[in-house]
């Protein structure tokens, strides 16, 4: 174990001092940093400050409506002008945004016109002038009631099976899937490929064979598996916490996220999943570099397999559409495809216990088995050096060594 620990420290150390390493894990933070700040700075321009005019025609609108209820965002300053003339004249001499039209017939026809020059209101002072029109138009009920006619419905979907729980403000229970299986392809990728070019290159320049020397092939690749893992591990929390960062910098400019809880068991799901299909990318990546003499070669057989890896994106909108689908559940439960279909699956609905159980089960299994066969890949390489292991080699050497 002594010996497998110094591996694992070597390729940390290594790895986290590369310039590239340093360059990629600091890109990605600041990119998200970047696009928050661009996304506050573009809300704070944008934002019109100038008041919001109304016609009356329907005599419903009250011109001094109480103060805002509780929970209630009325912070646009509005104007009652007599006839549609006044309010165009205003809005011309840029005294107000835009101007509201309400027709005699209101609200029996829930019709409106609305006036503007060169952009309408934005979607949340348009929704703050809904409040003010509904509390005008409830302002003889006690406060309690306007509250709650204010405040809409509030829907939360139960599902019997599995006992989850789906509302209108978990907004984040998509968002996260999307971005949890975009940070799992960063970095589980870029480690598992490392994986396959330490191999080659080591195999290549006939370094592997002084190491199998003084340290058992299980302890130098267990070895390097541990030390990539802890790189990616490192890459992870560094994501997470510029996400973290990020979410709570914008969170007053995004409504939405105010009322957004942690979805712890999503998280725990994920963990869970998420070590067994790093070890999966790993030893497949072990068993390519065994069996190539080039990087080169094994760059192109490990982009093929890539490709099962990725498959739940293809098929992203069949699980948008129906997260039951026959394929999707059979993504569920293949053990290549398993982390990323459970991750995007989650956001849209339950995925029953029973495939959670299986899909680990077989993913868990799928390791030791990949594992057990990469190592004899590995072993036969080393036996043939500066000649590839074909189909028929690999399979020979899995069966006999």
């Given at each position: 174990?002594?010996?497998?620990?110094?591996?694992?420290?070597?390729?940390?150390?290594?790895?986290?001092?590369?310039?590239?390493?340093?360059?990629?894990?600091?890109?990605?933070?600041?990119?998200?940093?970047?696009?928050?700040?661009?996304?506050?700075?573009?809300?704070?321009?944008?934002?019109?400050?100038?008041?919001?005019?109304?016609?009356?025609?329907?005599?419903?609108?009250?011109?001094?409506?109480?103060?805002?209820?509780?929970?209630?965002?009325?912070?646009?300053?509005?104007?009652?002008?007599?006839?549609?003339?006044?309010?165009?004249?205003?809005?011309?001499?840029?005294?107000?945004?835009?101007?509201?039209?309400?027709?005699?017939?209101?609200?029996?026809?829930?019709?409106?016109h609305l006036y503007y020059l060169a952009k309408p209101p934005s979607d949340d002072t348009w929704d703050e002038f809904n409040d003010f029109v509904r509390l005008s138009l409830v302002s003889t009920l006690p406060d309690e009631i306007q509250a709650r006619l204010l405040e809409g419905p509030s829907i939360t979907v139960q599902d019997i099976v599995n006992g989850r729980e789906f509302s209108n403000n978990d907004v984040i229970n998509i968002i996260l899937p999307l971005a949890a299986s975009f940070l799992f392809l960063i970095a589980t990728m870029s480690a598992a490929?490392?994986?396959?070019?330490?191999?080659?290159?080591?195999?290549?320049?006939?370094?592997?064979?002084?190491?199998?020397?003084?340290?058992?092939?299980?302890?130098?690749?267990?070895?390097?598996a541990a030390g990539l893992l802890g790189v990616t591990l490192t890459q992870l929390f560094i994501y997470i916490m510029a996400v973290?960062?990020?979410?709570?910098?914008?969170?007053?400019?995004?409504?939405?996220?105010?009322?957004?809880?942690?979805?712890?068991?999503?998280l725990g799901v994920i963990a869970l999943f998420f070590l067994p299909a790093y070890a999966l990318i790993s030893a497949v990546m072990v068993a390519i570099g065994g069996a190539v003499t080039e990087m080169q070669q094994g760059q192109q057989v490990a982009a093929i397999l890539n490709l099962f890896f990725l498959l739940p994106l293809f098929l992203t909108p069949v699980i948008f559409n129906n997260p039951a689908h026959p394929a999707v559940v059979f993504f569920t439960l293949f053990p290549a495809t398993a982390f990323l279909t459970i991750s995007l699956r989650w956001g849209l609905g339950t995925i029953p216990a029973w495939q959670l159980s299986l899909s680990w089960v077989l993913l868990v299994a799928s390791v030791f088995l990949m594992v057990w066969a990469a190592a004899r890949v590995f072993r036969a390489g080393m036996l043939r050096y500066g000649q590839p292991l074909s189909l028929k080699a690999v399979a020979v050497a899995i069966r006999r060594i």
């Open positions: 174990m002594r010996n497998f620990w110094l591996v694992a420290k070597h390729e940390y150390r290594r790895m986290v001092v590369r310039r590239g390493f340093v360059i990629g894990t600091i890109a990605i933070p600041l990119g998200i940093v970047m696009l928050v700040a661009l996304g506050i700075l573009v809300e704070t321009l944008s934002e019109n400050k100038l008041p919001l005019g109304y016609v009356d025609k329907a005599g419903i609108l009250d011109d001094s409506p109480s103060p805002p209820l509780p929970d209630t965002a009325v912070h646009i300053q509005v104007r009652s002008f007599p006839n549609e003339e006044a309010a165009l004249t205003a809005l011309e001499g840029e005294e107000i945004q835009a101007f509201f039209v309400f027709p005699p017939d209101y609200p029996q026809t829930l019709q409106t490929s490392y994986m396959l070019r330490v191999v080659a290159d080591e195999k290549e320049n006939r370094t592997m064979e002084i190491m199998v020397t003084s340290l058992a092939p299980g302890q130098l690749i267990g070895g390097k973290v960062v990020g979410l709570k910098a914008g969170v007053g400019f995004v409504p939405a996220s105010q009322q957004a809880t942690v979805p712890w068991a999503y």
